[in-house]
């Protein structure tokens, strides 16, 4: 049986498409701005987060999904993102220790 709330088609597609169009305007506008650095960073990261949260949900389909497999994909996604930033840090200090050496 089909339930109403999985009711997709193009209407989602235009919707998520001119959400994050308008995301990226304001990120790109954004960059204007005479904000500090830590700021502007923020603001732009958080951006990042509700863009990828919308695609995560529209198109990975975890907006219909239980909480929990929301977060075991949340968890997953964090965890890599942390092994890769740890390799990339040890990598980067080692190339810079042998730059200045």
């Known amino acids: 049986m089909e339930n109403a709330t999985h009711t997709t088609g193009y209407r989602l597609y235009w919707r998520t ?27 732009l990261l958080g ?23 929301i977060w075991i994909v949340a968890v997953g996604l964090f965890a890599t993102a942390l092994v890769l930033i740890l390799f990339l840090a040890l990598d980067a200090r080692h190339v810079l220790r042998l730059s200045s050496g």
């Open 47 to 69: 951006a990042m987060l509700v863009k990828a949260a919308f695609i995560a949900g529209n198109f990975m389909h975890l907006r219909f999904e239980r909480p929990v497999l």
């Open 17 to 43: 498409w001119l959400v994050l169009l308008a995301l990226t305007a304001v990120m790109l506008g954004i960059e204007f701005l005479a904000w500090p650095e830590w700021l502007l960073l923020t603001v």
